[in-house]
């Protein structure tokens, strides 16, 4: 039970900062505080979403097929490789096209276990989602085919292929990598351009205020307010 | 081809137009140039609607990326229907906002005005036009920042125009904060953003993590849409905004909101999930409460726009209930709901900026006698007034009486018959406050001389549009009822994993 509760620990910190924050944010008459309270709230889920993109026993979408010649040029492959990340692009390319067959076997198996049956190996337990990558938990997608269009093979990173040396019953296991998944760090990537913008404006505002009411306290502003309510009644 | 690009444009053009207008020299300029804008984009839009409800879904892939891995943007009736709704919507409230916002603004913001406006915009009909949830967060949260800025530069004319947006900002950026939640957990459990994808892989999967994002997703939109308990920021925000910001507000930002959630219930989540029921009973209850408690606040309230700010929230408590009926006719209901308030509202809330333009002031004193000083804009709050309560002939009677016609054919967990005289009943306390400001402007004689400015012909003629429009849509409804029809077939089609699919 201790164990559990250790193991996901950056869950606790989401938690503990999240609620911390939502806590500031209800009890703080500060505008600024509240703010600040506002940050924090938002930062728990930065975290939240950089702990779901851990995966254990993860790796990279590859293509495979559909650009074997010379494939970084055309342009959906060329697109496509730039998805396998800067340095070792080529030999990651290659290794993927020599592995091919491989691969190939590996795929039909992920294409049934995750394709035609989600509900099947897909279905997970509330925790086991959370760390435990290898039960197609967390796929990328698979697309089987789209109109008009040659679409390359692509193997998710359950499929583990990519270690160009590795056995791939091994990898299809898949327990020892800790894969970083690009997608939702550029999601947070996102949200945090939102945050930023967000914190801009509500400052912005808190000037205004300050400069309109003399103060950043609700209470004295909720005072003034009431006051002007009255006047206006009254009149 | 443009005509390919129908989706996509009503969302790019107002986008980048946004910074051109932004260099725009502050005079008329600016106004004219967003209401080009909008116009285009309204017709794009109208187009888009056609063309849909002929061919089934557009789809647009977003620089050639094929779903699921790239971005796609999914328009069917119910997005083209909502799409139509807001551009229509931006497209008058623009050019009423060219002479409204003279009195209301530095000169020197004018220009930064409407470069907010057009960004609001876009951000509502790219939570429209998308079929990738993540960029649901994305636009909801672009129309959102703008929205904040929009309503503090009601500051000149009253600094509690600043706290509401201040207001506004934390609880909608809680909101948002609350959906981007629920999205990971999403995402965590599937893997993928793409809606249709999302809801094909989590199908057959009921688990705690499925039913957190549930929660999370839909706590954080009934924030961004004012659901009842959580409808806190919407009366101030729309009292002291600036007029013309308040009518695009109240008809389109809430409406997008309930289409968000439409899109999240039946084409995220769909009929498969056991607690779906739950969710829909909940909706029940919160909506009958609202449109019972906000329509009674409102009674007593003596700031005409924040009268009609408080009915705003009774009103999206019928579109609640609409959706948890979850049966064609309820979410047709909805629809319809979700068109004719919008209308309504614009009218009523251009119709006070008109008076608080004229006199300056939109507390009940000013409206005293205003059938004699102001016929044709007391006209316009009249049929608007109507039209809130219902009365037959006005868009109101139309979507109250499919909402009530829904009820009868429901299964519900209330009894349909107790459900329609509440729906009744409340509707009473809507004669009560829109039967108070009537005998106020009919039957009471002003107090004294005011000195009044005459109002623009820029204003009156988008106001008595949007009237004719409250009183077209009650007469001739026939095109709109079918139109909803089928967007609600098309929506709990895909709810029950029957269509849908790429």
Known sequence: MLEFALERYNYWIVIALMMIGLYIVFSRGNLVKTLIGLNLFQTSVFIFYITVGKVVGGTAPILIGGHSEGGHGDDHGGGHGDDHGGDHHDTHHDAALSAEDAVAAVQGDLVNRMGAEPAGDGHITGHESLHEGPHGVESNSLFTGSPGEEVPDLITRSGAADLPHADAEHAAAGLDVLYSNPLPHVLILTAIVVGVATTAVGLSLAVRIREAYGTVEEDDIEAIDNKTTLAEVMA | ?502
Not at chain 2, 305 to 328: D, E, H, N, R, W
Not at chain 2, 379 to 385: D, E, M, N, T
Not at chain 2, 424 to 429: A, D, N, Q, R
Not at chain 2, 487 to 492: G, M, V
């Open chain 2, 1 to 502: 081809m443009l005509l390919n690009d129908l989706p996509v444009l009503p969302v790019i053009l107002p986008l980048v137009a946004a910074p051109v207008c932004l260099l725009l020299p502050n005079n008329r300029l600016p106004g004219l140039f967003a209401s080009l804008i909008a116009a285009i984009a309204a017709i794009s839009s109208a187009m888009l609607l056609a063309e849909v409800a002929a061919n089934g879904p557009a789809n647009y892939d977003l620089g050639g990326w094929a779903a699921p891995l790239g971005i796609v943007y999914r328009v069917d009736i119910a997005g083209a229907l909502v799409m139509t709704l807001v551009a229509a919507m931006a497209a008058v409230t623009i050019p009423y906002a060219i002479r409204s916002i003279e009195a209301e603004i530095a000169k020197s913001q004018t220009s930064a005005f409407f470069a907010m406006f057009l960004i609001c915009f876009a951000g509502l009909i790219g939570v429209v036009a998308t079929g990738d949830a993540f960029n649901v967060f994305v636009f909801l949260e672009i129309s959102s920042l703008s929205t904040y800025t929009l309503v503090a530069m009601g500051a000149k004319r009253d600094r509690r125009a600043l706290t509401a947006a201040f207001t506004y900002l934390v609880l909608g950026t809680i909101g948002a904060t609350f959906f981007v939640i629920g999205l990971g957990l999403l995402y965590q459990v599937t893997g993928t953003l793409n809606m249709l994808d999302i809801h094909e892989r989590m199908v057959g999967q009921d688990n705690r993590v499925v039913r957190a994002a549930f929660a999370f997703i839909f706590t954080g939109l009934a924030l961004k849409l004012a659901m009842f308990p959580l409808h806190q920021w919407l009366p101030n925000a729309y009292t002291f905004a600036p007029a013309s910001v308040t009518a695009f507000l109240a008809s389109t930002a809430t409406k997008v909101a309930i289409y968000a959630m439409l899109r999240f219930l039946f084409t995220v989540y769909g009929f498969q999930f056991g607690f779906m029921d739950v969710a829909f009973a909940f909706f029940l209850l919160l909506g009958m409460l609202g449109m019972f408690v906000a329509s009674l606040i409102a009674v007593f309230r003596d700031n005409v726009k924040m009268i009609f700010a408080y009915s705003s929230v009774a009103q999206i408590g019928y579109m609640l209930l609409g959706i948890s009926f979850a049966t064609p006719e309820g979410v047709a209901a909805a629809l319809v709901y979700v068109v004719n308030h919008a209308v309504t509202k614009a009218a009523l809330f251009m119709a006070v900026g008109a008076v608080v333009y004229s006199i300056g002031s939109s507390r009940m004193p000013a409206f005293r006698g205003l059938a004699k000083r102001m016929p044709v804009t007391a006209g316009a709050l009249i049929v608007g007034g109507l039209a809130l309560v219902g009365v037959p002939m006005t868009a109101g009677f139309i979507s109250k009486w499919l909402l009530i016609r829904a009820a009868f054919e429901a299964t519900l967990p209330v009894s349909s018959l107790f459900l329609v005289l509440f729906i009744v009943s409340t509707t009473l306390l809507a004669v009560g406050y829109v039967g108070r400001l009537v005998w106020e402007m009919t039957l009471r004689e002003p107090e004294g001389q005011v000195e009044m400015k005459p109002v623009p012909m820029g204003m009156i003629i988008p106001m008595l549009l949007v009237t004719f429009l409250t009183f077209y849509l009650g007469v001739n409804a026939d095109g709109l009822v079918k139109l909803a029809e089928a967007a609600a077939r098309e929506l709990l089609n895909t709810g029950l994993g029957t269509g849908g699919a790429f």
